[in-house]
């Protein structure tokens, strides 16, 4: 005879809403990168500092660390090189946020410079090359060991080649060639007593991601990355903006254009682009259609040659 065990059925109760899950986006990854990179670097670094030069890049950069140590403040001065022909708006806007933030910044310029002789104006007025001097000195004398830039790889081919933790030998300059591996995210921030370490927060940002975080943060920016009206002559393909350090020659004629910058730098190399977009949101639909680099379509100094980014930063140029 066989016997037959009745075993009760457990009834497990579904939940009554699913469970919600996050959802990581790309712009999420890319914050939560820079956040990391910021404080890897406050854990290994003595002195670092911050470029900051009121551009959209480099704004984005203040904001991300300002969340990496929040409710703290940010732990580093600001370092800005001056070339003296910087747009009137952009400074306004540095000294503003310096102010509202209670920073220290650090101004190093290019117009004391050729005020004593150190160095020379150039023929052709830019001086864009002329900061590689003045920078080197101002992280050799604060003893800076970290330098924080705002330079993205998807804006010239000699940035592409950069790692995140990038190394200058004593005299600040950077061999491509000799450049550590970045593997898993480990980042070897090792120097020697005269060397610093560029960092890119940046890095693997596109100008398509920068301008969807600010419209996401709602970041405010200067005035003069949305559209305005604006005295212009062009040049070379780009429209340079009528002012003090950038007048027409023969045959370049000036009118009245609405436009606005996609980069800023100095004034005499910086190009505006026709645009009618007033809003963060408007701007991210321009640069989505875009087929060329802010620097490859708005940066005069870029054009000298192929390689001309490539050479200014094996000179310590950013």
Known sequence: MTATIDTPTATIAAPEAPLSTATVTELDALESESIFVFR???AEFER???LFSGGKDSIVMLHLARKAFAPAGVPF???HVDTGHNFPEVLEYRDATVNALGLRLEVASVEDYIADGRLRERSDGTRNPLQTIPLLDAINGHRFDAVFGGGRRDEERAR???RIFSLRDEFGQWDPRNQRPELWSLYN???RPGEHVRVF???????LDVWNYIEREQIPLPGIYYAHERDVFERDGMLLAVGPYSQPRDGETVTKRVVRYRTVGDMSCTGAVAST???A???VVEVAASELTERGATRADDRVSEAAMEDRKREGYF
């Open 160 to 162: 592409a080649k950069e």
């Open 77 to 79: 001065a600001l370092l």
């Open 277 to 279: 977009a007033s809003s």
């Open 189 to 191: 921030g090792k120097h």
């Open 201 to 207: 927060p940046l890095s693997n940002w596109t100008e």
């Open 40 to 42: 890897e670097v406050a």
């Open 48 to 50: 670092p500092v911050i």
């Open 281 to 283: 949101a408007e701007v």
